[in-house]
């Protein structure tokens, strides 16, 4: 397991351990908490991949599809460049060489801060 797994995973059972924080008069609270932590290795920030299904795409056409990159900003950049990097080390992505290109979409969880800003 690596460093970036180990991080995500200690986090995701202390996002999952803090976020059942059920109303205190419910008698299962604590059994449901030991269920958590018995289980916890099935609960997982870390996204993963599977190899039980194939997914083919069928063009219409050979004919290569090229759209431009959006324009963002410096920051937006180094966000993506953090995520891609990311799933490059999970293994989710791998490199490839295409003649198709498809611009990247940044969208913003609102309320939400970036690492660099604290959060």
């Known amino acids: ?10 986090s995701g059972w202390s996002k999952i351990n803090s976020d059942v924080q059920l109303n205190s008069k419910l008698s299962q609270i604590q059994q449901l908490k030991e269920l958590l932590y018995e289980y916890s290795n099935i609960f997982s920030n870390i996204p993963g991949c599977t190899d039980l299904a194939e997914h083919d795409i ?3 056409s050979e004919r290569a599809i090229v759209a431009k990159l959006y ?10 460049e953090s995520e891609v990097y ?34």
Request: hydrophobic share 35%; aromatic share 2%; no cysteine.
């Open 58 to 60: 069928e063009l219409e």
């Open 86 to 119: 990311k799933m490059l080390e999970l293994k989710i992505i791998e490199p490839g060489e295409s003649d198709f290109t498809s611009p990247l979409i940044l969208v913003e969880a609102p309320g939400r801060k970036t690492k660099s800003e604290g959060g």
């Open 1 to 10: 397991m690596s460093s970036l797994e180990l991080e995500n995973e200690i």
């Open 71 to 80: 324009r963002m900003s410096p920051r937006q950049i180094e966000i993506l």
